[in-house]
């Protein structure tokens, strides 16, 4: 029973780690914005440009960002249950015949 914790452990991390490389950096900044926020520049000391704002008009859901999300999540959903599979399968394999 230990070795089917441990595999089932194992198939769970492998599983977590494939989706926390799937997922997109939220937070994710560029350099200049990290500079800008930090207040630490040194190279320019004069006050910084005007912001030039664009207003865009939003239609609200976006679909073909709602089908990259749900294909993305169908995919990790599919390589887990594949993997669940496999353990299972090697698992069945590996037992004594009674």
Request: charged fraction near 15%.
């Amino acid at each position: 029973m230990n070795s089917c914790l441990r595999r089932l452990r194992n198939a769970l991390a492998a599983v977590l780690a494939i989706g926390a490389l799937a997922a997109p950096a939220a937070s994710a900044i560029t350099g200049e914005e990290f500079r800008a926020s930090s207040g630490s520049d040194s190279t320019s000391t004069n006050n910084p440009a005007p912001t030039v704002t664009r207003t865009i008009e939003d239609d609200g859901f976006d679909l073909g960002s709602a089908a990259i999300g749900a294909g993305t999540a169908a995919t990790i959903l599919l390589l887990g249950g594949a993997g669940a599979t496999v353990v299972v399968r090697h698992r069945r394999r590996l037992s004594p015949a009674g």
